[in-house]
């Protein structure tokens, strides 16, 4: 039986029993239905405490599932933001590799623009120069072809290739 209940019938007893004349506050109440209040109150006390052990046993498992998910959550936590910062280095290498790799790939183009450059360079200088050399040898071939018509024509000799208009 519950001791709240208990007591509530003990309160009644006590309230239903009788105030004599001179007795003061004192109450006669019937002596066989206290004790078995009474009686009821010890078999129920161990039975009351009992239930608050297990209640607070109840409490403490509940506080110990609740702290241990607690832990494994903020273990979770600790867990996903390290593999957050570490996947934000990676980035971070990530990208520095890559800007790397566009300054190596810009060096290299900018090199192969200079050997470029310098080969055609050296190409233009060659072909300046060879045709610089067959212009000369036209030049040359045509002030002979002129002297020597101009030193035919001089001595009368004419070849019979025409006037010498022709060529100048």
């Known amino acids: 039986m519950d001791i709240l209940h208990l007591i509530d019938q003990l309160e009644t007893l006590l309230n ?4 004599p004349p001179l007795m003061g506050k004192r109450v006669l109440i019937d002596e066989q239905r206290a004790w078995e209040v009474i009686d009821q109150m010890r078999v129920s006390i161990p039975d009351e405490v009992k239930k608050a052990k297990r209640i607070n046993q109840e409490r403490d498992r509940i506080i110990a599932q609740a702290n241990e998910e607690a832990a494994r959550v903020v273990d979770l936590g600790r867990d996903e933001a390290q593999q957050l910062a570490n996947d934000t280095e990676i980035v971070k290498q990530a990208q520095a590799r890559a800007q790397n790799i566009v300054e190596r790939a810009q060096r290299e183009a900018d090199a192969l623009k200079a050997d470029a450059d310098d080969y055609t360079i050296q190409v233009l200088s060659k072909m300046e120069e ?16 002129n002297t020597e018509r101009a030193y035919s024509d001089q001595s009368g000799m004419g070849t019979g290739l025409g006037s010498s208009s022709h060529l100048s």
């Open 130 to 145: 060879d045709l610089a050399k067959a212009l000369s040898i036209v030049r040359n071939g045509l002030l002979k072809l």
């Open 16 to 19: 239903e029993g009788s105030h």
